[in-house]
């Protein structure tokens, strides 16, 4: 059975930082494209970064550039979205997303609140 496990969500003032973890199991972690989401209330679901498979490449949303870095750890199967210098814009439910081919699988997401 397919899981993924978010932590690491909570209240941070803006400035601030969190990382973000995404433990998976009952599937092959090591062969997917792994990405993070976030929906904030009102709005739709947006792609916040995606690392590859062997976590020798990575993109970012224009939004979180040179604030985020999504890493992965293969012999753990978790994945990582380090956030500095929060804004409030980024307050979210953060979503863990795992992805090869046609098969997709989602986490249920961690809050993230930044507010002072």
């Known amino acids: 059975q397919v899981h993924l496990v978010e932590s690491g969500g909570g209240l941070v003032q803006p400035g601030g930082s969190l990382r973000l973890s995404c433990a998976a199991s009952?599937?092959?972690?090591?062969?997917?494209?792994m990405s993070w989401y976030r929906q904030a209330p009102g709005k739709e679901r947006e792609l916040v970064a995606t690392?590859?498979?062997?976590?020798?490449?990575?993109n970012y949303a224009n939004s979180v550039k040179g604030r985020f870095t999504i890493s992965r750890d293969n012999a753990k199967n978790t994945l990582y979205l380090q956030m500095n210098s929060l804004k409030p814009e980024d307050a979210a439910m953060y979503y863990c997303?795992?992805?090869?081919?046609?098969?997709?699988?989602w986490g249920q997401g961690t809050q993230v609140t930044v507010s002072s």
């Open positions: 997303n795992a992805r090869r081919f046609s098969t997709v699988y």
């Open positions: 009952g599937f092959t972690f090591s062969i997917y494209y």
């Open positions: 690392i590859t498979s062997a976590g020798d490449s990575t």
